[in-house]
């Protein structure tokens, strides 16, 4: 299990630059979630993939936010014209669609990456 | 009114203390439950599941009331490697779609 993966790190740009992250789950998990998270809030759900297919996405996901997961395998996540207040960690997980039902097995229902921080200046 | 709520602290308690957390969730829908733990710059990692029954891990004891519609988390004997910040998981299902969201965390410092 090489868990899941991010790239990069950590990112700092200029305001109204275009920044890409890539997110590499768990092989054999075929649900994709991306999260942002920012200094003493939860995380909050942007979008989720199943597969690569796109079922949901948050309406904080706005129109300079796009995410992709063309093979069902990684995914990215793009902003464009990065704004001051886009500055967060962005955090990508993974899941079984089963995992984190009610059983005693304790799936955690979402594994996450070390996340790709953003600041944008 | 936020789907998922908690306290936000920061607890601030010495070694040794037992310490709970609550958090209350809208959708009565909700199926399943989780504390996360996320120490300073990492990722969340699953600290425990809360199941119906409620359970116990060690130090930590989760429990469910559905009526309430809030989870608590008990830790008890409290250690300086306990300070984190502890969110709060609500998962449910609708159509065929799934959903999961955190709280905004509880800050808990344990001092010596």
Not at chain 2, 69 to 81: A, N, V
């Amino acid at each position: 299990d090489t868990g899941v993966s991010q790239d990069p790190r950590h990112k700092i740009t200029k305001r109204g630059q275009n920044v890409t992250f890539r997110c590499d789950p768990i092989s054999e998990h075929n649900r994709l979630y991306w999260y942002r998270q920012t200094l003493g809030q939860g995380p909050e759900f942007l979008t989720y993939f199943q597969n690569e297919a796109q079922l949901e996405k948050s309406r904080l996901l706005s129109d300079r936010f796009s995410a992709e997961r063309p093979k069902g395998s990684f995914s990215t996540l793009e902003i464009q014209r990065t704004e001051q207040g886009d500055s967060a960690m962005y955090l990508c997980a993974s899941s079984l669609p089963q995992d984190g039902g009610d059983t005693k097995e304790g799936k955690p229902p979402l594994h996450f990456g070390n996340g790709t921080r953003l600041t944008v200046t | 009114r936020k789907e998922v709520e908690q306290d936000p602290g920061p607890f601030n308690v010495p070694e040794g203390a037992t310490v709970a957390f609550n958090c209350t969730y809208s959708n009565s829908a909700s199926q399943s439950f989780f504390w996360y733990r996320q120490d300073c710059r990492k990722e969340p990692k699953l600290l425990m599941s809360v199941y119906s029954s409620g359970n116990e891990d060690g130090r930590f004891t989760a429990q469910l009331n559905r009526a309430s519609q809030y989870i608590s988390l008990l830790i008890r004997d409290s250690k300086l490697s306990d300070s984190a910040t502890y969110l709060c998981v609500v998962k449910f299902w609708y159509s065929s779609a799934s959903k999961i969201i955190f709280g905004s965390g509880t800050r808990l410092s344990i001092r010596p």
